[in-house]
């Protein structure tokens, strides 16, 4: 379990291909911090098990899922992702809970400053944005975020000068796809409702 408080941006060294699947190498500091082989650490929102440990990287393996689901496989070396270690039983929760089970990407199409805030508006398709509601919670590539409006195509959010500096969003260009996780009580209340099942495509 998360909280969408992001604790660094990591920066990518390398990403590799290993028997069965992926491996991805992310250097970082403050995640290291009493960090095991088998904790979880989320990588731009995806929750993913620490495989390797040095004093400056960690590695993870990336699953034919977690490829499918996130925009994991297209980082590159040198690029900033957003990091946060798995909640402590103790911990504070800043933000909501947030699972790092990524349920699909979105892509940014606008960013728009007022004052020192920044709206920015990220497409999504509707089988993601029927779990969306203004005022709702949402994680954007693990930070966790709150909804101000839902468009028929799309969500919109603001960023607050804090946030923009912490995380790697406001550094993407317009286009990119980011990965999304929706409210789980969200998906709960669908099934309990007897709606339609829960399901996302790959964007």
């Known amino acids: ?50 495989t390797a440990l040095t004093d400056r990287s960690f590695t993870v393996g990336l699953s034919p899922e977690t490829l499918r689901r996130t925009n994991l496989g297209e980082v590159q070396p040198g690029e ?7 909640l402590a039983a103790n911990g504070r929760i800043g933000g909501h809970f947030v699972q790092g089970h990524v349920d699909g990407t979105g892509v940014i199409r606008s960013f728009h400053p007022e004052g020192d805030s920044l709206w920015v508006t990220v497409e999504a398709e509707p089988a993601l944005l029927r779990y969306i509601v203004p005022k709702g ?8 975020l709150t909804v101000v409006d839902v468009l028929p195509d799309a969500f919109t959010f603001m960023l607050v000068a804090y946030t923009q ?6 550094r993407k260009p317009v286009g990119s796809r980011v990965n999304l996780e929706v409210d789980v009580l969200a998906k709960y209340v669908e099934k309990f409702l007897g709606e339609a099942p829960y399901a996302i495509r790959k964007r």
């Open 1 to 50: 379990m998360f909280t969408g408080i992001i604790e660094e941006i990591g920066i990518v060294e390398r990403l590799s291909q290993v028997e069965g699947g992926w491996s991805l190498t992310v250097q970082a500091a403050t995640v290291l911090d009493g960090t095991a082989l088998g904790h979880s650490i989320a990588v731009n929102g995806a929750c993913l098990t620490v």
């Open 80 to 86: 900033g992702v957003n990091l946060e270690r798995s």
């Open 137 to 144: 919670y949402i994680a954007v590539d693990g930070a966790s």
């Open 165 to 170: 500096q912490h995380i790697t969003l406001p």
